[in-house]
């Protein structure tokens, strides 16, 4: 057999034995963001779907101005609640979210056909109370709107002529693209579940070697390092691939669950996604891999492995953080930088986009070549005398 | 056989190993005997080929380390300094896994194992997780290990670190086994008392040189002492004075 597969195999004879890597790289690794992912949908959902039907509740302060118009705004849904000494104080203090109130000369105005002020009080710096004050707009606007209409009609003119210019929307938009906007992490946890999974392998088998000083012996084996460094990395990178694929599964089954009956959640998270997505994560598993070992084969331990490895868990969130703050359109060269590549290739698949073979094979030939690159680096560093020096 | 002519080696502004030359004989013990820190490990990491050597030659069965480091490997069963298990393997699987290695078949290595482990008494160990191994199961382990491919030459980097006076013993019995097989035996120690009670021929190094070779009875005439032990003091300290000279 060759050396390399040697190593393989005992690496990953090795790790099943080992409680850690299953609990990690085959359950929790899987299992957290796809549960994760259903719970903050169905909060974010839910959340929409409560503040739309759900009475608003509001503080008017001066009802008996304008009974008419609190009646009218109490048919839309508004619930009007009893009037506070300071609302302004209130607001501030953050014991009120919003407060309506209506001068004592509403009535003298509206009477006289005047525009009738009414105040909103809020706090614009809360984001979460911002989808209350736009419902409330909304209720008061078309109240606003209904009485001027009624008002032209009562002098004979057409309320037509007080709109001259209406805007119609056609949003082509698919469904699942709107979804899409709601599943712009899911790459990144994917990405995540990759690294989960292939971590603790790569540190045990590098980090973990040397500390338990096993290293040494194993290098004195008649078997070129690139051997032991091969075996190393498909070991990792079946790991790793295991996990994601557990992940994808689960975020399939998962996927029945979500709630994407609601307008503008239709996605494909279906076998065919499934097709899509792992052989286009295949390259950049193996890529992580062998990434994973090289800033493992820095550390003269698990511990200090550990503490890279954690950190060098961020790197790629950075294309998703940045195609949500500054959304770009996807054009070639992106699709040819590893991470950027697949992320984007996934959030296609998932909007139900077609995906073009170029993109994804210059996605593909790249990471590749990115994996090799580093996989020379670190065979570098296995070559060197310090490293198997554990003392 | 093993030799090794003017080796130098230096880690940075440290002079660790400035000059060693010696043999180690077939159906020998050779004992490179030295105070700590006198550049024994370094020595042997460069004979097992895992150091380069800045300059002067190994050669193991006269095949230069230097242009054929693989077949020196081939020919050499090693139990470094360093001697970790894996210890969610069973001793017979670490053994079988180096086994695997030297490129035996499954069979092979199985059967390999098998006879290593039983002419080492190690039978009721083979079959359990090395996690818990005492140190001296823990060495018995590493020289099945480093015996594995049947290897000609045998270097042992301070073999009786940590063990007790029963597994010393056996340690003792298994090396006196490989010498009577006419293989060569090369192992690094600071304690006397090992020297005395295996070795045919001794090499003191101090300072990263040579500062005495010979039998123990050469030795003993070298520095006209009776006791090795005064020996040892008396050829390390003259060493020390011309080091300092």
Known sequence: ?391 | MIEVRDLWKAFGTTQAVAGVSFAAQDGEITGLLGPNGAGKTTTLRMLYTLMQPDRGQIRVDGIDAASAPMEVRRRLGVLPDARGMYKRLTARENVEYFARLHGMSALQAHERCSTLLRSLQMEALADRRTEGFSQGERVKTAIARALVHDPHNVVLDEPANGLDVMATRGLREVLRGLRSEGRCVLMSTHVMQEVVALCDRIVIIAYGRVVADGTPEALREQSQQHNLEEAFMRIIGAAALEGAA
């Open chain 1, 1 to 391: 057999m060759n050396p390399a597969l040697v190593v393989f195999r005992k690496e990953c004879v090795e790790s099943l034995r080992d409680r850690r890597v299953l609990l990690n790289a085959l359950l929790l690794g899987p299992l957290l963001t796809p549960v994760l992912f259903l719970l903050l949908m169905h909060l974010i959902v839910g959340r929409e779907l409560e503040k739309a039907e759900k009475p608003l509740p509001v503080v008017v302060v001066g009802a008996g101005h304008a009974p008419n118009f609190i009646e009218a705004l109490k048919q839309q849904g508004m619930e009007p609640r009893a009037e506070v000494p300071d609302p302004e104080a209130a607001v501030r203090e953050q014991r009120l979210d919003l407060v309506l109130r209506i001068a004592p000369r509403f009535a003298d105005d509206w009477r006289a056909g005047r525009p009738a002020q009414v105040e909103l009080i809020f706090d614009s710096s809360r984001r979460e109370v911002r989808g209350e004050i736009e419902r409330l707009e909304r209720m008061i606007e078309s109240f606003s709107t209904r009485t001027g209409s009624l008002r032209l009609l009562a002098r004979g003119i057409a309320p037509s002529i007080a709109a001259p210019i209406i805007i119609a929307n056609r949003d082509q938009a698919t469904p699942q693209a709107r979804g899409a906007l709601l599943l712009g992490m899911l790459p990144y946890f994917l990405i995540l579940t990759a690294l989960i999974g292939g971590m603790w392998l790569a540190m045990d088998s590098t980090a973990g070697e040397r500390e338990r000083q096993s290293l040494e012996p194993l290098l004195v084996n008649p078997v070129g390092r690139d051997q032991v460094l091969l075996g190393k990395m498909l070991a990792t990178a079946v790991f790793s691939m295991a996990s994601l694929t557990l992940g994808l599964i689960a975020f399939v089954a998962v996927g029945h669950l979500m709630p994407t009956e609601e307008p503008g959640l239709g996605l494909t998270i279906g076998p065919r996604f499934l097709l899509v997505a792992l052989p286009v994560m295949l390259p950049l598993v193996l890529l992580i891999a062998i990434a994973q070992i090289w800033v493992a084969s820095f550390a003269k331990s698990f511990r200090e492995a550990q503490t890279y490895l954690g950190l060098a868990q961020l790197v790629p969130l950075i294309p998703s953080v940045l195609m949500m703050a500054v959304p770009m359109r996807p054009t070639l060269w992106m699709a040819a930088v590893p991470l950027f590549g697949q992320q984007i290739t996934i959030l296609r698949v998932l909007r139900g986009e077609a995906v073009s073979a170029l993109a994804i094979g210059l996605g593909v030939t790249v990471t590749l070549v990115a994996a090799a690159a580093i996989f020379w680096l670190t065979l570098r560093l296995y070559r060197s005398e310090r490293l198997a020096i554990s003392a």
